[in-house]
């Protein structure tokens, strides 16, 4: 379902996975969902991951959901054709709210985001902070999912629980052996 060559739309607003990116976003995703069969298609320059589940009964294969994780939501989106429809015709720049990427590109002097770049929240969401509160750098996709994932499965391990103050522990790496 991808291509061997990447696709960036609206200077990175919307980026279709090559093939080694959707495979290594993939194998990320299975890890965060304890699945073996995500299929990521692609991402928006928010972070948000677009993919199909392969091996699931419960959807049908076009299924495609959206996983955002700074807020930890994901959820069902769209089919695999509407997606496909949308990169062709470039409509998927309004879906992913390409004014807010354009005032965000403007206020930063930043032309285009790179395959595999998002610009996310300055805080998570799920650690307090505001989906319209952008970071003035752009991130690796795969970090900021990797670390979002650590830290919501950290904070899962010391039972904080949605409205609960954030520990200090959640950011202590000796406490996680990370140091």
């Known amino acids: ?17 090559s093939d080694r990116r959707g495979a290594e976003v993939a194998d990320l995703l299975d890890d965060v969902f304890g699945r073996t069969d995500v299929v990521a298609l692609g991402s928006d320059w928010r972070g948000i991951v677009y993919f199909t589940l392969a091996d699931d009964e419960e959807f049908a294969d076009d299924v495609v959901f959206g996983f955002d994780a700074s807020s930890g ?20 720049a309004e879906a992913v709210d390409v ?19 998002c610009v996310p929240p300055a805080t998570y969401e799920f650690l307090g902070g505001d989906a319209a509160e952008r970071s003035v750098q752009t991130q690796d996709l795969l970090t ?7 830290l919501m499965g950290r904070m899962a391990e010391l039972g904080v629980q949605p409205g ?9 790496e000796s406490r996680w052996g990370t140091t």
């Open 73 to 92: 939501s994901s959820g069902e989106l769209a089919t695999f054709d509407e997606v496909l429809v949308a990169v062709r015709n470039g409509t998927i």
């Open 99 to 117: 004014e807010s990427f354009d005032a965000w590109r403007e206020a930063t002097g930043t032309r285009a985001i790179d395959m595999g770049s």
């Open 1 to 17: 379902m991808t291509t061997k060559q990447g696709q960036v739309v609206a200077n990175g607003a919307f980026q279709l996975f």
């Open 144 to 150: 900021f999912i990797a670390v979002g994932a650590a």
């Open 164 to 172: 609960d103050a954030v520990p200090d522990e959640v950011f202590d």
